[in-house]
Structure formats: structure tokens, C-alpha cells
């Protein structure tokens, strides 16, 4: 009879086959989580590399933004006082044309002249008269006395209108004779700005014989230092404006036909 503390030859074999077991399972895979590395994603380059690669596309957008732009200049802001237009070139002798219509005649309009308040003078008197090529209206101012100007205001508009002009203040026509009407618009006053103060006495309806285009001029207020006059005609042709001074006088000469 054999003693049972003889080693049975199989348990070796047992032993080596549940280690080999044991390493196995422990080297399986079936519950290991697996991600796809940045080195396939990035066709082998490595994470590092990765971030390089993006360098270059900050910098080119840093680089976009520090290119020198094209600077414009700023315009700056229109002040309150308005170039002058070109001074009316008329004085006391310009010519009078009759073989055509006279286009507008602005000098420094609607703006004051350079001379400022001191060229708006007082209008003392208008009256009309006739001559052989044309009939003449004439403004006459008060000299300044608190100045050495001696006038007449140089800031005006004379033009041609197929309407009646616009009275200051009421904003109605004025009331005229004439189937054409000369605008005359000019700094000037009608009543006094100085110390003693007077008010415009001569006439507002000024009618003349011996005219053959005007009919008659008449006055259409004064607002804040700019009047208004109209003279009514029978056509529009050529004029002509003249600055006289002693007396200061605004005269404008108007063709009586067309032809001359």
C-alpha cells in the first residue's frame, strides 16, 4: 500500500496550466477602452507637433490685423460761417448788354460781405427814371457814421422771376404791376440800428413817366437786415447793376427791349 504523502505527478500540470490561465486573462483586451490617438488623426504628427501647426494660422490672422491700413483723414466739422461766393465783379461801370437776357447778378449773397454789419445801410429813398436805351431804379442808402465805409451794400441777388417775389414777413406775393418781375434781395436796412432811431420815410411804390419796360417797383418788407424789392416789366431783358458811392446809391439799369 503506498503512503498518501507521495506527490501525485498531475498537480504540476494542474498548477501550470491555471497560472498560464491567469496570465492570460490578464493580458486580454476585451474590457480595455481604447481611443484613436492624435497621431492617426494628425497623419503622424504628434500632439506637440499638433500645436505647433496651429502657430502659424494665430499668427497669420495676428499678422492680417497688423497690416498697415489705408488711413482716410477725418473731415472736420462745418463751421457756422459759410465761404463767401465770389464777389460781383460790377461796380460803377460795368456794361449794359441788350442783345441778351442778363443772367443772375449775386455779389456775396445771402451771406454778408466781408465788411459785415457796417455795409448794411439805411435805405433813405428809391425812385425810377427813364433814359433812351433803358430805364433806371435807384436804391439810395445813409452813409455809415460809426464807420469810414462809404457804401452801398455789396451784399446782394438780382435776378429774373416769372412770379411775383415773396414779401418779408407776410410770405405772400407782392402786390405789382408787371408781367415779369425783377427780384432785388440785399442787406440793407429799414429802420435805424443806431442811437437815434428813424424808420424808412421815402416811398414803397414807385411808379415814373417816360418808362417803356418797368411799370413800377415796390417794397416787400425788411427781416433782420435783408430787404426785398420788385420791379414789375413788360419783358425780361438785359440789366446791369452799378455801386455808386457819395451818396452810397445801388442802381440797376434795365434794357427796354431786347434788341437794344
Not at 38 to 67: F, H, R
Not at 116 to 130: H, M, T, Y
Not at 201 to 221: D, L, S
Amino acid at each position: 500500500m503506498k503512503s498518501n504523502s507521495v506527490a501525485n505527478p498531475q498537480i504540476p500540470k494542474i498548477l501550470f496550466l491555471l497560472i498560464s490561465l491567469s496570465v492570460l486573462f490578464a493580458c486580454s483586451t476585451e474590457e480595455m477602452e481604447f481611443s484613436v490617438s492624435d497621431q492617426v488623426l494628425n497623419g503622424g504628427t504628434s500632439q506637440g507637433q499638433a500645436s505647433d501647426s496651429q502657430g502659424p494660422e494665430i499668427d497669420e490672422s495676428a499678422e492680417e490685423v497688423e497690416e498697415p491700413q489705408d488711413v482716410i483723414p477725418e473731415v472736420p466739422a462745418q463751421e457756422t460761417a459759410q465761404p463767401f461766393p465770389e464777389e460781383n465783379k460790377n461796380k460803377a461801370d460795368a456794361e449794359l448788354n441788350c442783345a441778351e437776357l442778363t443772367p443772375p447778378n449775386i455779389s456775396y449773397w445771402p451771406y454778408r460781405s466781408p465788411l459785415g454789419d457796417a455795409q448794411n445801410l439805411l435805405l433813405v429813398d428809391a425812385r425810377l427814371g427813364a433814359h433812351s436805351e433803358f430805364d433806371r431804379f435807384v436804391l439810395e442808402f445813409e452813409p455809415n457814421p460809426t464807420s469810414a465805409i462809404g457804401g452801398p451794400p455789396d451784399s446782394y441777388s438780382i435776378q429774373w422771376a416769372s412770379q411775383p417775389p415773396i414779401q418779408f414777413g407776410s410770405g405772400q406775393e407782392i402786390e405789382i404791376a408787371g408781367t415779369e418781375y425783377l427780384e432785388i434781395l440785399l442787406h440793407g436796412y429799414a429802420y435805424s440800428r443806431g442811437t437815434v432811431p428813424s424808420e424808412y420815410a421815402g416811398p414803397t411804390e414807385v411808379q415814373a413817366r417816360g418808362t417803356i419796360n418797368v411799370i413800377e417797383a415796390v417794397f416787400g418788407g425788411e427781416v433782420e437786415g435783408k430787404m426785398v424789392w420788385a420791379i414789375g416789366v413788360n419783358n425780361q431783358t438785359g440789366f446791369r447793376v452799378l455801386e455808386i458811392s457819395d451818396p452810397p446809391r445801388l442802381v440797376i439799369d434795365i434794357c427796354t427791349s431786347a434788341n437794344g
